[in-house]
């Protein structure tokens, strides 16, 4: 099967990229209404594309800002039954800032193809149709080994406001015996490592106003109360010298890092130069005592991603703003909830801010998503071969997600584990200019998902009586 597998990718690696291409020209933008007709028209491609694999049921889902696309194929009866997750809304894009191509002007090149949504997540969803494509010719079955149902959700960017009514409206179609989640990270591209855990995701914007109108700074320069500096002051207090993050309580409810798991972390390969090489950055910073997966994967963090005070863009007029504004980005890690966090944030911005100005704190609970690990299971034990499989390697490391995701949610409404599976590494630039996949990569996760239905095929009497939460047994009904 191996081979077959890997001959089928290699004649229709063109198809493959043809396909996305195709796909990645629709610039089916999250968050922007003028752009809503191209998420729609996105999920229309992509439930044409699921039929076109095999899927005799596909059907659009509508979400509260984009629609979903669900499919399934239930043609093993004896066997588990599989949700696909992933989505097929992309961040929003400053045209300006790409040099490789055009956001939606997809071009291959060096190994790589690139524009929007190449690698997160429409990338991910192909390597799925084109793994079971490769599946069904490698085995010459009629239909997978497993029974397959797929979710591809419009509005993950936005937050999926929308994922969980989806998740109720339609749970009796979602009797399921584990999801693989789409959207997320490898580890290195010479180094496949299965993703066990992600983090939680809160954001939040403060606004800071002091002059009642921005005021000529000639008139009341050294008397007004500026905005920029306080909330300059506050920015600047929201981690110690240590790189620790100053809520109080912020880390009574984090989890320590279990042994196991620093071992298992310390085993990736890691240098510095390289990892500031592929994420961009200029130097390493964070959390003392912790190691650069540690700090990415297993502890908490808190980012500003975005300040605005005065004249940012245009003339300067040489006034003292009223309002000074700043978004951020809190990550949680197992053993914080983020409805705890909000109130500490709430309670610490309102004891740091001066009486000199007054301030909005605005958190975004409704989109806010929990930290997850996935248990350990069958699933994962079925990933960790297929992968090694379809990388060519003898060993599979364990590794997180830095970033967010619906995985709790999809966990807890349909009571089953969540095993992580993506294509996308750090180089990829996802919401930054110029994103793009690896090609290669793509390719060795296509045939890591044909390998995979085989496995869990042929150990479908040990995943059919494998342990849920609360000690229970699971039976698939197809």
Known sequence: MDDKVRSYLDANLPA???????????????????????????????AGELRDVGFPTTEIWEGADGPAVFAEWSGAPDAPTVLIYSHH??????????????????????????????????????????????????????APAVNLKVIV???????????????????????????IFSDTLLWRADHPALCTSIRGMLGARLEVYGPLTDIHSGAVSGTAPNPAFALSNVLAQLHDQKGRITLPGFYDDVEEISPRRRAE????????????????????????????PERLWERPAVEVI???????????????????????SIRTVSGQKVKEVADQLRRWVAATISDRYAYELSIETETAQEAYRTPDCVFVEALSVAMAKGFGAGDVG??????????????????VPVVFFGTGLVEDNWHDSDESVNIDILKAGAATLAFLWDVLGRKQDALLTSSLPGGRKRHSKG
């Open 398 to 415: 364990r590794m997180g997600n830095a970033g967010g995701g619906p995985a709790d949610l999809l966990s807890s409404a349909l009571d």
């Open 16 to 46: 493959l990229l043809e396909r996305l291409t195709e796909w990645v020209r629709i610039p089916s933008v999250a968050g922007v209404p003028e752009r809503k007709h191209n998420l729609t028209r996105s999920a229309n491609w992509l």
């Open 89 to 142: 809304d992309v961040r929003a894009v400053k045209e300006e800032n790409w040099d490789q191509t055009s956001p939606f002007d997809p071009v291959p090149r060096d190994g790589r193809l690139y524009g929007r949504g190449s690698s997160d997540a429409k990338g991910q969803v192909m390597a799925h149709m084109w793994g079971l494509r490769a599946h069904l010719h490698a085995t010459g079955r009629t």
């Open 265 to 292: 972390l310390a085993a990736l390969p890691f240098d510095a130069e390289d990892w500031l090489e592929r994420s961009h950055t200029r130097s390493i910073g964070g959390e003392e005592g912790y190691t650069v």
């Open 153 to 179: 959700e419009g509005e993950e960017e936005a937050g999926s406001p929308g994922l969980a009514d989806i998740l109720r409206e339609h749970r009796s179609r979602l009797d399921v015996d584990a999801v």
């Open 306 to 328: 975005a300040v605005a005070a005065g004249d940012p863009i245009g003339v300067a007029r040489a006034a003292v703003p009223s309002m000074a504004s700043a978004d951020l």
